[in-house]
């Protein structure tokens, strides 16, 4: 158990919807960072925030968004959602920033119908 | 733009075998991971590469790097059945990881 916490494990949708993927990170821990798995790209980071701010961002398309809360949790908002969307969605912790191992939650599997 | 590519990205052994996965970086990098993934489930941590020569060793699995030559090396020693998941490597340079794609190993009887 790595102490990150995603919610919800899996969520089968349509296209045109939105949804929000949530995460609480390891007790302690200042970053959340957004990861996407896929068949045909691999793992790649979205997002990171780090103490409420946006740190660095990646490959994250304007329909998604993400913030940070003050009590350290997290969110990734994906609107108008295609059939390519669907993946896995990690969220990862670490302490502080880039140099810091990070602590992987189990993921939410999105499903676009 | 920082490339990690990994090599091979499938891989079946037989049980008792040895075996190595390379991972190549592109650039100069500040610290090299290793990590496990079952399917459908979370990345486990293996190891995290600090410094040129850095070798760590967990059980059947031994990672070293190489920062001049941009290589990081994980073996396998003596396969079992349980081994049998992806591995990734990941890099980062004062940035988010970069992950490879990922090598699927399968270890068979």
């Known amino acids: 158990d790595s102490g990150v916490t995603q919610t919800p494990k899996h969520l089968i949708t349509a296209t045109g919807q939105r949804v929000t993927l949530r995460c609480s990170p390891r007790?302690?821990?200042?970053?959340v960072y957004w990861y996407q798995q896929s068949l045909d790209q691999g793992l790649q980071f979205l997002i990171q925030?780090?103490?409420?701010?946006?740190?660095a961002k990646g490959n994250i398309l304007e329909r998604f968004s993400a913030q940070q809360f003050p009590d350290l949790h997290s969110e990734l908002n994906l609107s108008s959602l295609e059939l390519g969307d669907s993946a896995l969605y990690f969220c990862?912790?670490?302490?502080?920033?880039?140099?810091?191992?990070?602590?992987f939650g189990d993921g939410t599997r999105l499903s676009i119908l | 733009e920082l490339k990690v590519e990994q090599n091979p990205l499938f891989l079946s052994m037989q049980e008792g075998k040895n075996y190595t996965i390379y991972c190549n970086y592109s650039?100069?990098?500040?610290?090299l991971y290793w990590y496990r993934q079952d399917p459908g489930k979370s990345l486990e941590s293996l190891f995290v590469?600090?410094?040129?020569?850095a070798v760590k060793q967990e059980g059947r699995l031994m990672a070293s790097l190489d920062t001049k030559a941009r290589l990081s090396t994980l073996h396998i020693t003596a396969a079992v059945h349980d081994l049998s998941a992806t591995y990734f490597c990941?890099?980062?340079?004062?940035?988010?990881?970069?992950f490879g794609k990922g090598t699927r190993l399968s270890v068979i009887a």
């Open positions: 990862a912790s670490s302490v502080g920033g880039h140099n810091q191992p990070q602590h």
């Open positions: 007790s302690g821990d200042l970053s």
């Open positions: 925030y780090y103490n409420g701010e946006e740190r």
């Open positions: 650039t100069t990098s500040d610290r």
């Open positions: 590469l600090l410094s040129n020569g």
């Open positions: 990941a890099v980062t340079v004062l940035s988010p990881l970069v």
